[in-house]
């Protein structure tokens, strides 16, 4: 049971555009949300996080967005540039500060120059 | 530099040969995990450790064990691999359950090993 989905595998968005990355999902415990960005041959590395207290954070060009009521997040990237080409995974966590994350599958990101 | 240090980063070995996949990190974390990031089916958690001696299984533990004997090593043993556990590993760290802060919750990862079992 994928309780956190991203049903997009792949996206690609011109360079200087907004891309939107979308997360749905099912356990409304959950309360804490986290995006990580991974390159080829390195760890997912810590993006920007949001609580369900907030329907928004936002950092330099990245911004979270939440809705609870439709179990769904996104993270906006405006302007894209290449090197924000990767693979994005959101995850979500129960208990707020539990790192026992719940991550998605994964959206492959290409920013064309 | 902080970092989360895992060995070996490519191993190819034979079914049933005990491997392990050793984890290290600098930060002083309490907590330590493992995950397996497979095509289609994005990170799932094997096991995780809140703290020294402290282990506990995530959602695909199975053909897996760990310890967590010190703060900062959490090996992942593999008694007796078999072909559905070839994968790319990933070890975490984190700061562990704490106050309300914009950092509880981030993970550091090592930078994965890609484990292939014939």
């Given at each position: 049971?994928?309780?956190?989905?991203?049903?997009?595998?792949?996206?690609s968005v011109q360079e200087g555009r907004i891309s939107i990355l979308?997360?749905?999902?099912?356990?409304?415990?959950?309360?804490?949300?986290?995006?990580?960005?991974?390159?080829?041959?390195?760890?997912?590395?810590?993006?920007?996080?949001?609580?369900?207290?907030?329907?928004?954070?936002?950092?330099?060009?990245?911004?979270?967005?939440?809705?609870?009521?439709?179990?769904?997040?996104?993270?906006?990237?405006?302007?894209?540039?290449?090197?924000?080409?990767?693979v994005y995974f959101c995850a979500a966590s129960l208990n707020f500060?539990?790192?026992?994350?719940?991550?998605?599958?994964?959206t492959r990101l290409t920013i064309i120059p | 530099e902080a970092q989360?240090?895992?060995?070996?980063?490519?191993?190819?070995?034979?079914?049933?040969?005990?491997?392990?996949?050793?984890?290290?990190?600098?930060?002083?974390?309490?907590?330590?995990?493992?995950?397996?990031?497979?095509?289609?089916?994005?990170?799932?958690?094997?096991?995780?450790?809140?703290?020294?001696?402290?282990?506990?299984?995530?959602?695909?533990?199975?053909?897996?064990?760990?310890?967590?004997?010190?703060?900062?090593?959490?090996?992942?043993?593999?008694?007796?691999?078999?072909?559905?556990?070839?994968?790319?590993?990933?070890?975490?760290?984190?700061?562990?359950?704490?106050?309300?802060?914009?950092?509880?919750?981030?993970?550091?990862?090592?930078?994965?090993?890609?484990?292939?079992?014939?």
């Amino acid at each position: 049971d994928q309780q956190v989905k991203q049903n997009s595998p792949s996206l690609s968005v011109q360079e200087g555009r907004i891309s939107i990355l979308n997360c749905d999902y099912t356990n409304s415990m959950f309360d804490y949300f986290l995006w990580y960005k991974k390159y080829p041959a390195e760890g997912p590395t810590f993006l920007i996080s949001i609580s369900s207290i907030k329907d928004k954070n936002e950092d330099g060009r990245f911004t979270v967005f939440l809705n609870k009521s439709a179990k769904h997040l996104s993270l906006h990237i405006v302007p894209s540039q290449p090197g924000d080409s990767a693979v994005y995974f959101c995850a979500a966590s129960l208990n707020f500060g539990n790192e026992k994350l719940t991550f998605g599958t994964g959206t492959r990101l290409t920013i064309i120059p | 530099e902080a970092q989360v240090t895992q060995n070996p980063r490519y191993l190819i070995t034979v079914t049933g040969k005990k491997l392990t996949v050793t984890c290290s990190q600098n930060m002083n974390h309490e907590y330590m995990s493992w995950y397996r990031q497979d095509p289609g089916l994005g990170l799932r958690q094997i096991y995780y450790s809140m703290n020294v001696e402290v282990t506990d299984k995530g959602d695909v533990p199975e053909g897996y064990k760990v310890s967590r004997k010190e703060k900062r090593n959490f090996p992942l043993i593999l008694e007796s691999p078999s072909p559905n556990q070839t994968s790319l590993y990933f070890c975490a760290s984190g700061s562990g359950r704490g106050a309300w802060g914009p950092a509880v919750g981030e993970l550091f990862f090592g930078e994965g090993s890609r484990l292939t079992v014939l």
